[in-house]
């Protein structure tokens, strides 16, 4: 099993999320968070104070997958969250030792 | 006509008898539209502070002050009512012992005959208003002043001592220099010959200079310039700005307290000076920053309401154009690089725009006076008026400034200016006020 953790611009979520349903993919936890990484933040000038702003607002998006599904899992996101322009964000994959479902207390696999 | 020009041919104070209000109350006739007129006015200008001030200035501080501001702004409002009742309207406006010509201890500040608004009935007039109806309309006046100067201090004064420099600073500085311009026939600037139809020196100079040395002597808030301290709601100061320009034709257009042909000039050429400062602000700002920003715009409208109050009865048309035009323009540098060049922390920019665009328009009021450049002040000559006005511009400076640091330095070593660090840090709405603007978390 494989954890997800793509950080993507916000007004992509909702392609992101459409393409990783159609992975197979049935949860994802979304986050508002700031960051700044080779795109640089904006300024903002009142009346000849200059602030420059460096925190650009993203998304978060963590999600659990198979081994099988990561592949595809990836491809959707960088199918849909790409613009070509700089601060498209990334991704970043870890390996997931466990899942247990609250509920049932079903795990891994079955808990995905 | 309120004014205290001796060569703008009032004539109607010139023929009233040399004393009393109430001798001057017997001999005129109500006329009622002048009174409805001057009723509509003074709500007008009360609305130029609650709500217009404290929204312009609320808008421009942080979150955690919007509240402080909109209380200082109110709270003038009630102490400055109260004080002028008691002696304010006396000490301003007093005629006793003044003789035109003469320079005497009342040309500097009235008599305490109408304390408590002494002898006054529905019957008393001034001119051909109530004179309860120009006591309020005056008060107004009174109470907007000092408001301006909480932008200078703003997000670091504690209120105590913000409500104890009001009402010494509206004691020992307004009264005196309303009472030297406005009072008529022997008051020491009304016979120099100063033109200031609506108190571009009485108001605007007196409280940017009263301003700039408030905030030097209170001293930066902690980490200006290097922290962030952008406006927290850039609306509410367009709100303000639109309310002061719409307030601002009872501003000037009243002070012909009558509504007639002096009214409807001050109202015109407001609205233009007004248009012609936006456009100027905004102009010079598209070309050195490239953008037009919504706060160069609002602050660049209140320049030039606060030039033309002084031309607003004298200037013509043209006039009304280069006075705005040149206040939006100057402002513009003095508002975004003077403070940053000599390092005072003038929060809201009172000097940078109140007291400078108040020299500007004071000293072009003298001119644009002149027939030859299109005026209706009847003043001799448009060069030797710009000197006259200078003398005007000087006086109040220097008045201003001394006094005023006279008042803080006394207020700083009994109560203390300042809220400490942590209140700072914390905000004055929950230090001073125990509540927040916002809550938005719930």
Redesign the interface.
């Known amino acids: 099993m494989q954890w997800i953790t793509a950080i993507i611009k916000p007004f992509k979520l909702d392609e992101v999320r459409e393409a990783l349903a159609e992975a197979g993919v049935h949860g994802m936890t979304v986050t508002e968070v700031k960051g700044f990484g080779r795109q640089h933040g904006h300024t903002e000038l009142y009346r000849g104070a200059e602030y420059v702003v460096d925190f650009l607002p993203k998304l978060k998006i963590e999600l659990a997958v198979s081994d099988e599904q990561l592949e595809h899992a990836i491809e959707a996101i960088v199918g849909t969250a790409r613009t070509g322009k700089v601060g498209d964000g990334k991704i970043f994959v870890s390996a997931l030792e466990q899942v247990i479902r609250i509920r049932t207390q079903e795990v891994d696999a079955d808990a995905l | 006509m309120r004014s205290s020009r001796l060569l703008a041919g009032a004539a109607a104070l010139a023929l009233l008898p040399l004393s009393a209000f109430a001798q001057a109350a017997s001999v005129t006739k109500l006329d009622s539209g002048d009174t409805a007129w001057m009723l509509t006015a003074s709500m007008l200008v009360l609305m130029m502070t609650i709500p217009g001030a404290a929204l312009f200035y609320g808008g421009m501080v942080r979150a955690k002050n919007l509240l402080s501001v909109m209380m200082q702004c109110f709270a003038i409002t009630a102490l400055i009512t109260v004080l002028w009742i008691v002696y304010g309207y006396s000490l301003a406006f007093s005629t006793e012992g003044m003789h035109a010509g003469i320079t005497g201890w009342h040309s500097f500040i009235g008599g305490l005959d109408r304390a408590m608004l002494a002898g006054l009935t529905p019957d008393s007039r001034y001119q051909t208003v109530p004179e309860s109806v120009y006591v309020m309309f005056q008060l107004t006046f009174a109470i907007i002043t000092p408001v301006l100067i909480v932008g200078a201090y703003a997000e670091r004064m504690r209120f105590a001592a913000m409500l104890w420099f009001s009402a010494l600073w509206f004691t020992l500085v307004y009264l005196p220099i309303a009472h030297m311009v406005w009072s008529g026939p022997g008051s020491l600037l009304g016979d120099l010959g100063v033109l200031d139809f609506a108190g571009g020196t009485v108001v605007h100079i007196n409280a940017g200079v009263a301003g700039l040395v408030a905030c030097l002597v209170i001293g930066k808030r902690r980490g200006w ?1 290097h922290t ?4 927290h709601n850039l609306g509410y100061t367009v709100i303000g700005a639109s309310l002061l320009w719409l307030g601002w034709f009872g501003f000037n257009a009243g002070s012909a307290v009558a509504a007639n042909g002096s009214a409807g000039m001050a109202m015109l050429v407001t609205q233009i000076a007004t248009a012609a400062a936006a456009i100027g602000w905004t102009a010079v700002e598209w070309t050195v ?1 490239k ?1 037009a ?1 919504v ?2 715009i609002a ?1 660049g409208a209140v320049a030039g309401l606060v030039a033309v109050t002084p031309a607003a009865g004298t200037c013509g048309p043209g006039g009304a154009l280069l006075i705005g035009l040149a206040a939006g323009v100057i402002c513009f540098f003095t ?3 003077l403070k ?1 060049r000599l390092g005072y922390d003038d929060t809201l ?1 009172v000097f940078g725009v109140h007291a400078i665009a108040g020299i500007v328009g004071a000293l072009l009021t003298g001119p644009f006076a002149a027939a030859s450049l299109g005026g209706f002040g009847h003043v001799a000559s448009a060069w030797g008026q710009l000197w006259i006005q200078a003398k005007g511009v000087g006086f109040t400076i220097a008045w201003s400034a001394l006094l005023s640091v006279a008042i803080l330095k006394l207020l700083d070593r009994t109560l203390g200016l300042r809220v400490d660090a942590e209140q700072e840090q914390m905000g004055l709405d929950l230090a001073e006020h125990e509540e927040r603007a916002y809550d938005l978390q719930r």
């Open positions: 310039p962030h301290m952008p406006p920053h953008r920003s706060l160069g602050s508002a975004t690089r940053y920019d």
